[in-house]
C-alpha cells in the first residue's frame, strides 16, 4: 500500500476552512418597558476610518429603509473624525441633527475589537479508492486503497465584534443593544452587508421598527 501526498486534497481543505463571513449575535436586550417602534432612525457609526463609515451607515440605511421605515445617515451632516470627539460634543451634534431631520431614533454602532486568531489542524490520513484496470477476459476495472495523508497546517480566523445600540430621543435611554461578531469577512462591503442583514432583521423582530413588513426578512 502507497502513501499518497496530494496536493489538491490539501488545498481543498484549506479553502474550506477559509468560508465566507458570518454575522452572529453575542448578545441583545431591549426595555421591555418600551413601546415605541420607531419611525426614523438616525444611523451614525462611531470610526476613525471615513471609508468604514460612510459604508457601514449606508449599508444600516439601506437595509433598515427595506422595512419601510424611514432613515438619515449621519456623515451626510457629521464630518470628520468621530473618534476624537469627546461625549458631550458627539451628543450635542448628533442632537442638533435630530432636531433638523426630525428623527425619533438613534442608531449607533462602534467597534468593540477586530483580532486574527490562528488555529492548527494537525495531519490527517484518509483512505482513497484508486481505480485500476486489469486484463481479465477483456478490460477489468477494479480498485485497490491508497493512503493519503495531508500536512498539518496554520489557518486564520478574523473576529471582528461591534456593539449596536438604540437611543430614543425623547428620554435619551438606550432601549435596544446588540453586540455581535463578524467571522472571516471576504471585503468590508461583503461583511458590512451581512452586519446590516442581521442588526436589521433583530431590531424589526424585536419591535423597534415601525415600517411595514415589505423586505424585512429578505436577505
Known amino acids: 500500500m502507497s502513501v499518497r ?3 489538491a486534497l490539501t488545498l481543498t481543505l484549506i479553502l474550506s476552512a477559509c468560508a465566507s463571513s458570518q454575522t452572529e449575535l453575542v448578545s441583545v436586550s431591549l426595555d421591555r418597558d418600551s413601546q415605541a ?5 438616525l444611523v451614525l457609526v462611531i470610526s476613525g476610518d471615513q471609508q468604514v463609515r460612510r459604508t457601514v451607515e449606508q449599508s ?6 427595506k422595512t ?4 438619515v445617515v449621519a456623515s451626510q451632516y457629521i464630518t470628520g473624525d468621530l473618534e476624537v470627539l469627546g461625549v458631550e460634543e458627539l451628543r450635542q451634534q448628533a442632537l442638533q441633527v435630530v432636531l433638523k431631520t426630525r428623527a425619533d431614533s438613534v442608531l449607533v454602532a462602534s467597534l468593540l475589537r477586530d483580532e486574527v486568531r490562528e488555529e492548527y489542524v494537525a495531519p490527517q490520513a484518509s483512505q482513497v479508492a484508486i481505480p485500476t484496470v486489469e486484463p481479465r477476459f477483456g478490460p477489468y476495472v477494479g480498485y485497490h486503497y491508497d493512503t493519503v495523508v495531508t500536512p498539518g497546517y496554520f489557518t486564520s480566523q478574523r473576529e ?3 456593539q449596536t445600540s438604540l437611543f430614543d430621543v425623547d428620554t435619551g435611554h438606550v432601549v435596544w443593544r446588540a453586540r455581535s461578531k463578524t467571522i472571516n469577512p471576504s471585503s468590508l462591503q461583503q461583511g458590512v452587508d451581512d452586519f446590516s442583514n442581521v442588526m436589521t432583521n433583530r431590531l424589526w423582530n424585536d419591535g423597534m421598527l415601525a415600517g411595514g413588513r415589505q423586505g424585512a426578512s429578505q436577505r
Open 160 to 162: 471582528v465584534f461591534v
Open 37 to 41: 417602534h420607531y419611525r426614523k432612525v
Open 60 to 65: 444600516l440605511a439601506n437595509r433598515i429603509g
Open 68 to 71: 419601510g421605515t424611514e432613515t
Open 5 to 7: 501526498l496530494t496536493t
